[in-house]
């Protein structure tokens, strides 16, 4: 939706399909660094940074300006990552061994039923109100719950440690 979403926001037609271009580098260059972050700094820091830095881009989305609207989509792009890469690494946080890859399948299938409404009730919300600030709202909101969550994974995960110690 980013193109349409530039073009609503009155970017030129060849800024707005940059913007989509932008995202796209955005996941691929942090796909690329999540797992080597991930490995240096631990699953919870890293996701908790890159999350933020999401939800910085999302806000940037919503600023207007030409020059932020671009940075926004780049680093918009670090959304999908969250997904695809931190997942399994968090994953492999609570679930060791055998339990692993039953486990994944199941958070896999979760995450993936539940977002396929939301792709859906996305277009809804532009249909709604005639602007894509809603949309990128509701994003950012979810990225921040699961940043959320993330805080109650590190608290869960620090508590087995203590319990294995």
């Not at 939706?1 to 037609?13: I, V």
């Not at 602007?131 to 921040?144: D, E, K, N, P, R």
């Amino acid at each position: 939706f980013l193109t349409s979403c530039g073009l609503a926001s009155g970017l030129p037609m060849a800024l707005a399909a940059m913007m989509t271009t932008l995202a796209l580098f955005g996941n691929m260059f942090s796909k690329l660094f999540l797992g080597k972050a991930s490995d240096t700094y631990g699953v919870i820091k890293t996701f908790v940074c890159s999350a933020a830095i999401a939800i910085g881009g999302h806000f940037l989305l919503l600023t207007g300006m030409t020059e932020s609207v671009m940075a926004g989509a780049f680093l918009f792009g670090i959304t999908f990552p969250l997904s695809s890469v931190m997942m399994p690494l968090f994953c492999r946080l609570f679930w060791k061994g055998e339990t692993y890859g039953a486990a994944y399948s199941y958070v896999s299938m979760f995450g993936t039923l539940l977002a396929s409404p939301f792709n859906t009730l996305f277009g809804r919300f532009y249909d709604m109100t005639g602007s894509y600030h809603l949309t990128i709202m509701a994003s950012a909101g979810l990225v921040f719950l699961a940043l959320l969550l993330a805080g109650a994974g590190k608290t869960q995960v620090r508590s087995q440690s203590l319990q294995v110690r």
